[in-house]
């Protein structure tokens, strides 16, 4: 059974940093690409940054420079460093790994940042 936990969301001021971390059981990052994807209130969920097997990444444009996604294979977790954030960042936060037969999910992580 595959499951995803975030963890490490919280409440920080604009310009602050916070480190998410997502652990996967029944599945290996390494083995599929992974990604962070947040949503608020009243729309869509939005790519955040992606990573895929050989380590090519992607950002959405207003986190470019600002965020980093990284894995640990051995731990089978996968991070996402947010420095300088913005109020504008505020939003639950979701770990997803894609396969070819099925999107899975964590059940997301609260980030508030308040200006």
């Known amino acids: 059974q595959v499951q995803l936990v975030e963890s490490g969301g919280g409440l920080v001021q604009a310009g602050g940093s916070l480190r998410l971390s997502c652990a996967a059981s029944?599945?290996?990052?390494?083995?599929?690409?992974s990604g962070w994807y947040r949503q608020t209130p009243g729309k869509q969920r939005e790519l955040v940054a992606q990573l895929n097997t050989i380590g090519t990444t992607n950002y959405a444009d207003s986190v470019k420079g600002r965020f980093t996604i990284s894995r640990d294979n051995a731990k089978n977790m996968m991070y996402l460093q947010m420095n300088s954030l913005k109020p504008e960042d505020t939003a639950v936060y979701y770990c997803?790994?894609?396969?070819?037969?099925?999107?899975?999910w964590g059940q997301g992580t609260q980030v508030t940042v308040s200006s």
């Open positions: 997803n790994i894609g396969t070819v037969f099925n999107d899975y």
């Open positions: 029944g599945i290996a990052f390494s083995m599929h690409s």
